[in-house]
């Protein structure tokens, strides 16, 4: 399979034009936004599935194990020796389900995300077809920074300059990906905090 060149960035120079800026470079800027959207979406979404396709196949073990448990029980004394056990194995297929729902919440954002790309190219097609704002780098702002301010994440906003600054697609990406990490890692981190902490 041939390797398809990625689309260069020429990066946005609206709020400082000069004898070279034109409309078809911001035009470019702008679809290299939407298809390093569409990547970390699709990225994020895979991710997620994954977490899924994990949290299932223990739910499938454990409960073959419990039953396991089940068949073998034939006695109130068997049901004491093995309680500890089926207690383990429940503890451990609730965990496994609190995984599924928050991974499930990736439908949520790969709703969200897809909509700021339809958003962004929406604001675009708008854009063009108006000759009155085609060649105003002052309305090239305008829509950028709309685009911009519906971002609910950080790590969005971050990789939104980069493109706008000229960055490839995937050096966006890789930065996108790292700020995602972190995020993860702290959200983490916060979550051992809340379990230290008990409510009376």
């Known amino acids: 399979m041939a390797t398809i060149n990625p689309l260069p960035n020429p990066g946005s120079s609206s709020t400082s034009p000069d004898l070279s800026w034109s409309q078809i470079g911001e035009t470019i800027s702008l679809l290299c936004l939407a298809m390093a959207q569409v990547e970390t979406t699709l990225n994020d979404s895979s991710r997620d599935v994954s977490k899924l396709t994990g ?3 223990h739910i499938a073990s454990d409960a073959q194990k419990l039953n396991g448990i089940c068949e073998r029980l034939e006695s109130p004394d068997d049901f004491s020796s093995a309680k500890s056990e089926m207690t383990s194995i429940a ?26 790309v339809n958003d962004s190219l929406t604001h675009l097609g708008d854009l063009i077809n108006d000759p009155e704002r085609l060649y105003s780098p002052e309305h090239w702002i305008m829509i950028q920074e709309e685009i911009k301010s519906n971002y609910t994440m950080e790590c969005e906003r971050i990789m939104f300059d980069l493109i706008m600054k000229g960055a490839t697609i995937k050096e966006a990406l ?7 990490d972190q995020m993860d890692l702290k959200k983490s981190d916060d979550d051992e905090t809340d379990d230290d902490i008990e409510l009376f």
Do not use: C, N, P
């Open 55 to 57: 949290a299932f196949t």
């Open 91 to 116: 503890s451990s297929i609730s965990h496994e389900m609190g995984s599924a729902i928050v991974a499930f919440q990736f439908y949520d954002r790969l709703s969200q995300k897809l909509g700021h």
């Open 174 to 180: 890789e930065l996108y990906r790292h700020e995602f």
